[in-house]
């Protein structure tokens, strides 16, 4: 189908074919990213839920892996992480091979249709093999459903310092804490979240890591929202806080979003990557989600994006930027200093685009800009920033099909945290999609879009005819 190829991303990681949804199981490993996701190999819509598998040694090009785990007798096999257990506290590794295990929820959908509570339950799989091929443990589940409907999402980390795994489980309303000293006999340690954060939904897929800022380590807990997104639907806030290895304490009760745009969700973080950390999301919401126009496969993740952490006035905030690998796929840029960009077709410099490109720009002043992207059916889609409303914005109601699900046509906003004099937008650009990423990563939306034909044309604007220090272009090559 030719609109398949005209809204099939070229820069992001998507199936050949079919449904998927969350990353799952992130895990680097002998210079190598596992990514799993969940996937559905027989339809183009959410179904009985296995994981799907791909590798990549640089973060942009992708390797498509036969499934991993396939559902069983004890249900689908919902979302989760994985890890390397380098200590063998599992007694899965092998002759010194540490085994990769993932930790996912058993969704059984014949309690669910019983109207039971408890079909939700954390089960364990191994791989010797680089994930290639895994057993199930014969144990499983290995954490029992207390009576809890949403029960589900496990990221498993090793604490060092209490030497044993901790566990970070969405749990309706909350997360729920528990340890383990060998992934198999877990113990509650602790609730966070009741009283906290954005409750517009039911939380799902956390994580729970450190970052560094200036020496000092900040932990982060991720929860997933779905409903109940700044800009409705599905999406990613964020807590920063202590954690002592049995609770999470907050600085804050701030509600913070690590992506305001409507299509970044499950949004977690690869393990084992020692201090940096490196973020992906599933690139749509589950309002739209499985009626988005694509014909052969439904959705794309996000691209790869380094976390770090800033502070503005007393409050700390997540910065997340596209992973510098991404360079990779660079042209050759066009740079232009000293730009007014009252109105200003960035086109006649680069030629007609056609195909996914980034770009970078810089201000010494804060003011009104817009960036159009437009192909000659009139279809257009504006990103930009509005000084009054202090909101960075992606406009995508005239972005071509839009009719597929009411909420879809929308102007999306996102606040400016930042209070710097200057600003900086960076956009990752593909045929179906942009990513906006606005002062060093503070303010960050990603949206999806289906147009009629591809977008060609670039344009400024600016009412008040803001200067740009600099724009730098760069056409991106195809990572397929
Ligand atoms: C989030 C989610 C998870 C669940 C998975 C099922 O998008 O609902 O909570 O494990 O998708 O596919």
Not at 190 to 205: D, I, M, R, T
Not at 286 to 303: G, I
Request: aromatic fraction near 12%.
């Amino acid at each position: 189908d030719p609109t398949d190829d005209l809204h099939r991303p070229l820069v992001h990681f998507t199936p050949r074919e079919k449904w998927m949804n969350d990353p799952n199981g992130m895990v680097f490993h002998n210079g190598t990213y596992h990514l799993f996701y969940q996937y559905y190999p027989d339809s183009t819509v959410w179904g009985p839920m296995h994981w799907g598998h791909a590798t990549s040694k640089d973060l942009v090009h992708w390797q498509h892996q036969p499934i991993a785990l396939y559902p069983d007798s004890l249900g689908y096999i919902f979302s989760g992480s994985a890890v390397i257990d380098e200590k063998n506290t599992t007694g899965f590794g092998r002759n010194g091979t540490p085994a990769m295990v993932a930790i996912f929820t058993h969704h059984d959908p014949k309690g669910e249709s019983a109207g039971r509570n408890d079909y939700q339950n954390q089960s364990l799989a191994y791989s010797l093999d680089e994930g290639k091929t895994w057993t199930k443990y014969a144990g499983n589940p290995v954490l029992k459903n207390p009576g809890i409907k949403d029960f589900r999402d496990p990221k498993v980390m090793w604490y060092e310092p209490g030497n044993k795994w901790i566990m970070t489980l969405a749990t309706l309303d909350r997360i729920t804490f528990y340890s383990s000293p060998d992934l198999k006999q877990w113990k509650k340690e602790s609730e966070f979240g009741k009283e906290v954060g954005a409750h517009g939904g039911v939380w799902e897929c956390p994580d729970l890591f450190q970052l560094n800022y200036n020496g000092k380590n900040i932990w982060v807990l991720i929860v997933n929202l779905n409903p109940g997104g700044p800009n409705g639907g599905s999406a990613t806030q964020y807590f920063l806080g202590d954690f002592d290895g049995k609770a999470f304490k907050p600085f804050s009760t701030e509600t913070k979003w690590l992506d305001y745009g409507p299509d970044e969700y499950a949004g977690v973080t690869w393990s084992n990557t020692g201090k940096r950390k490196i973020f992906l999301g599933w690139m749509s919401n589950w309002q739209y989600a499985t009626v988005v126009p694509t014909l052969r496969w439904r959705s794309a993740m996000t691209v790869p994006r380094d976390l770090g952490i800033q502070k503005i006035g007393e409050s700390y905030y997540i910065t997340s930027n596209p992973v510098p690998e991404l360079n990779v796929l660079a042209e050759k840029p066009v740079v232009l200093n000293n730009i007014q960009a009252g109105n200003f077709d960035l086109t006649e410099k680069t030629g007609l685009v056609n195909g996914p490109s980034m770009i970078q720009l810089k201000a010494a002043q804060i003011g009104d800009l817009s960036i159009e992207l437009s192909n000659e059916i009139g279809q257009k889609l504006i990103v930009g920033f509005d000084q009054q409303s202090n909101m960075y914005f992606i406009d995508r109601r005239e972005s071509g099909k839009v009719e597929f699900e009411k909420g879809f046509a929308a102007r999306h906003t996102a606040p400016r945290l930042s209070t710097k004099q200057d600003m900086d937008m960076t956009l990752v650009i593909d045929n179906a999609s942009i990513e906006l990423f606005a002062d060093g990563g503070t303010s960050v939306m990603t949206a999806i879009y289906f147009p009629g034909n591809i977008y060609s044309r670039i344009k400024l604007q600016s009412p008040g005819n803001l200067r740009l220090e600099s724009l730098e272009f760069k056409r991106l090559r195809s990572i397929y």
